[in-house]
């Protein structure tokens, strides 16, 4: 049922949210101190010798948690940050940016965490959701109808854009100098990709996004 796919989808990105912070270096490290004993083949068997040692080292890393929790989100957010990052990360700042003076508006927290499901819902069915966003882009009464991003000056249309990363003839003409627009085929085949389990749908959404 429609409800049943909604609480999957709800629990699958709370794990990823607890996996994503549990995988920082600072709080594995902190957690592994509070381990006692073990050895290299088995580095986790001094929490194993018996119950009592066990519920301890629970308890023990139950606090580092609740310590680092309790330290705010700045941490989460800058942590493993450095200024050869920053200086990367400045060079792309212009094409996702808004133009000198403009405001962007922004949710509340709540509404971040509620995802997308919360305001626009779920496709009626996965398997058509690829249909589902070219329809978006291609057979919309607004579909030819041309705007201006925000981000940069060129006029475009939603089913040009999506044409400009499903199309390979027009793909390889609009790539020029630095741009380079790479077929969805060939991202799904990076290790990134493959490592974060997406989907087809997923990465189309990045490449027009970006």
């Not at 796919?5 to 794990?15: D, P, S, T």
């Not at 627009?181 to 060939?186: G, H, P, T």
């Amino acid at each position: 049922s429609l409800e049943e796919y909604e609480r999957l989808v709800a629990r699958e990105w709370e794990l990823v949210s607890k996996q994503a912070a549990l995988g920082r270096a600072e709080v594995q490290r902190r957690m592994a101190e509070e381990i006692p004993g073990g050895c290299w083949d088995s580095p986790l068997s001094g929490m194993l010798e018996d119950e009592e040692t066990g519920d301890s080292c629970g308890r023990r890393i139950a606090d580092v948690l609740r310590g680092y929790a309790a330290e705010g989100d700045d941490k989460a957010v800058t942590a493993g940050s450095s200024s050869s990052t920053v200086e990367k990360a400045s060079g792309y700042n212009s094409k996702f940016s808004m133009e000198e003076g403009e405001e962007a508006i922004y949710g509340a927290l709540e509404e971040f965490h509620g995802g997308l499901i919360q305001r626009v819902g779920l496709p009626s069915k996965l398997e058509d959701l690829r249909q589902g966003m070219e329809g978006e882009h291609c057979s919309r009464t607004d579909s030819e109808e041309p705007f201006t991003p925000p981000n940069y000056s060129n006029p475009t249309t939603p089913k040009a854009e999506w044409q400009a990363v499903t199309e390979a003839e027009l793909r390889r003409r609009l790539s020029q100098g630095d741009r380079v627009i790479r077929s969805l085929e060939e991202l799904m085949e990076e290790e990134r990709v493959k490592t974060a389990r997406l989907r087809a749908e997923e990465v189309l959404a990045l490449l027009l996004y970006t």
